[in-house]
């Protein structure tokens, strides 16, 4: 398991921040950058599975494990979905945390990633883009 940490400053409150991250709008425009038109089904409450998925039914699964609004969530990744078919992986802590920081600039977004080895070339160059147009919409959306 590789551990990935990703950081931008925002200038923008952490509900605002929390707010682009997790609207469906919004939350479709920054994900853009992992694969477009990409969207989620579920709510973000604790223990609920959440699908993330594309425009073709393809993506992953993944159980809420930790949410306190603008603050942090953190989601445990069960599986993959092909063509909208669950399919369970053995990835032990594959998980992704999402941790904003108030500071006196705004907000410091964190993003930590445990992945499985096969997919940190696409996080390290997938994340920092994601983050990008996190921190464009955060400051520039009304």
């Known amino acids: 398991m590789e551990k990935l940490v990703f950081e931008i400053q925002i200038n923008a409150s952490p509900e605002k921040v929390w707010s682009v991250l997790w ?24 223990g609920n599975i959440i699908k993330f998925l594309d425009p073709n039914n393809n993506g ?12 942090e969530i953190k989601f445990l990744h069960l599986g993959e979905i092909y ?7 053995d990835w032990g802590e594959a998980t992704e945390a999402y941790i904003l920081e108030e500071n006196d600039e705004g907000t410091k977004l964190k993003s ?3 992945t499985p080895a096969e997919f940190k070339g696409f996080f390290e ?4 883009k994601a983050l990008g147009i996190v921190k464009n919409l955060s400051e520039n959306q009304l």
């Not at 699964?61 to 609004?69: D, G, H, L, M, T």
């Not at 063509?83 to 992986?89: K, W």
Request: charged share 30%; no cysteine; hydrophobic share 30%.
């Open 60 to 71: 992953m699964f993944s159980r809420v494990e930790k949410n306190i609004p603008a603050k």
């Open 83 to 89: 063509s909208g078919v669950e399919a369970p992986q």
């Open 23 to 46: 609207d469906d709008i919004s939350y479709r425009q920054w994900t853009t950058a992992f694969a477009e038109g990409s969207f989620y089904q579920g709510t973000l409450e604790e």
């Open 112 to 114: 930590e990633i445990q």
């Open 125 to 128: 160059d997938k994340f920092p």
